[in-house]
């Protein structure tokens, strides 16, 4: 087993942890708002920008970046106009990145719908990713929200540096805790950070809030990744593994923190097989089964609460409140989702 001082956290004691439905529901009225203002954002007069427009706002997804930016402004101020621009330039981002890694992946399907590369193509993907990213600018300039803005671009740039490095540390199959941690922090928590960052900007002018509210999105993002990371090789909760990661040769922390405490034939073994670029099932499920005999799921999910409990230290900065615990409610989900 893994030599680790890290500890087994306990998340927040919740008798009866609440569903997303459940959490979306604290703030409905705003998301239903929300949605109108980020379509009207939308509009455009190109038939086939339109078009697929039309299609895309049929695949919405969660909604958890829109929640974040609300939960966040409810809890440092209230929600009013530039709250509703910062979760719009948020989700076109979003929107924005995830298209764009559909092209990459080659993905054939998004939340259950065909993917739009694979309906209108890569290069019209390309472009309606241009597109929503423009449009990101073009509502945070038409509002003079330049600290928004600063934020979300920063956001960008770190989610770009993120995806090249690993796709540089794939390629070499070097990866290591701290190339991890530095890739999941840009790739992922960035965008997560922005959201709770600018929930807070749009709500408040205390730069201490601004801060605490930018820690707190660090942590977040970083659990809902290594979440993400887990269901590549099954979790107690989840079922049957992904095994996604695995087969394009992603490394990730389970399999990191279980080679640290194989033996160096075990570790030649398992490098063998995962450079495979067509693996057998057999070797997919030899990978899973060495991952979890050399304590790597357990490790990584400890990192995970760990990081989560980071987020709700921070959070006890505020006075308790309705505010207060939805946004706790939000982290729970995060990292004992099922997908």
Known sequence: MIDTDIQNVKLSDRQNPKTLQEIRNAIDPELHKFRTFFKDALRTDVYLLDKI???LLKTKGKEM???LVFMSAQLTGEIN???YIAATMIELLHTATLIHDDVVDDAERRRGFLSINRIWKNKASILLGDFLLAKGL???LENDEFQLLKVLSQAVKRMSEGELRQLKASKLLNMTKEKYFQIISDKTGSLITACCQSGAISATGNEEYHETMRLIGENIGTAFQ????LFDYGVDDVGKPTAND?????ITLPLI???ESASLTERKHIRKLFKKHKKKNSDIKEIIEFVKDKGGIEYTRNVMN???NKAYELLQQFPESESRNNMEDLIYFVVTRKK
């Open 65 to 67: 970046r829109p929640m």
């Open 306 to 308: 760990s990081y989560v």
């Open 257 to 259: 923190a279980a080679l």
């Open 53 to 55: 427009i039309t299609y």
């Open 81 to 83: 106009d530039r709250t």
């Open 226 to 229: 290594i979440r993400d990371d």
């Open 138 to 140: 073009i509502v945070s």
């Open 246 to 250: 695995i087969k394009e040769r992603k």
